[in-house]
């Protein structure tokens, strides 16, 4: 199995903040990896898919980079509905998540 | 627009099999370019894909969870469904559909989820 660690667990940031959260994976992927965000009681939604590539919808202020193990995803300005928790997903064999990082408030 | 909604047994006593249904809308469960899934999340915690279909039948299956899972599709109706069997309380989620690409694939349309508790 293709085991995934976000870090931080928990990430304190004000709306304008420039945020990164990173997922490592236990092998290489290559770039099969997506991120998605979830807020409370909703399901996850898409944001990246092949490690950098936009969903069609998503703002361009969210991007994500990486490839191999490790993998980032950057929000550039920090917007009032940008706070969620935020998951990592590997696709490269089977599936698996990382356990989320939650974006909160300072 | 693609829509997925999830319905079936909310509450279902331990050993017993949860049986669960997604109605997919706005799209053909028919296309080949699809694969059909479903995931769980137990309270306050992370996400565990449990398997998938495509339309011609073919599934495949997390192999942590292999020997308890059948997913099915029914073309006319358009929708796809999960069971599990000999459920615990480590089986408590909500429970989701999801649309993925020719697999393995990102997912980018997820139903609403529904909540499945274990408890007699």
């Known amino acids: 199995d293709i085991q995934m660690t976000q870090s931080p667990s928990t990430l304190s940031a004000a709306v304008g903040d420039r945020v990164t959260i990173t997922c490592r994976a236990s092998q290489s992927i290559r770039t099969w990896l997506a991120w998605y965000q979830q807020k409370p009681g909703k399901a996850p939604k898409l944001l990246i898919y092949?490690?950098?590539s936009l969903e069609s919808g998503v703002p361009s202020r969210f991007s994500g980079s990486g490839s191999g193990t490790e993998f980032t995803l950057t929000i550039s300005s920090l917007q009032p509905d940008d706070f969620a928790t935020y998951y990592c997903?590997?696709?490269?064999?089977?599936?698996?998540f990382g356990q989320g990082t939650k974006l909160d408030l300072k | 627009q693609l829509q997925l909604q999830e319905s079936g047994s909310g509450l279902v006593q331990p050993s017993q099999t949860l049986s669960l249904t997604c109605a997919v809308s706005?799209?053909?469960?028919?296309?080949?370019?699809?694969?059909w899934s479903w995931i769980r999340q137990p309270p306050g915690k992370g996400l565990e894909w449990i398997g998938y279909?495509?339309?011609?039948?073919?599934?495949y299956y997390n192999p942590s969870l292999e020997s308890r899972v059948t997913i099915s599709i029914d073309r006319s109706k358009n929708q796809f469904s999960l069971k599990l069997t000999s459920m615990t309380a480590a089986d408590t989620a909500v429970y989701y559909c999801a649309r993925g690409g020719t697999a393995p694939s990102h997912f980018a349309s997820w139903g609403q989820g529904t909540l499945v508790t274990v408890s007699s």
């Open positions: 092949k490690a950098s």
């Open positions: 706005g799209g053909s469960i028919s296309s080949g370019a699809y694969s």
């Open positions: 997903q590997q696709y490269n064999s089977d599936y698996t």
């Open positions: 279909i495509y339309h011609t039948g073919s599934t």
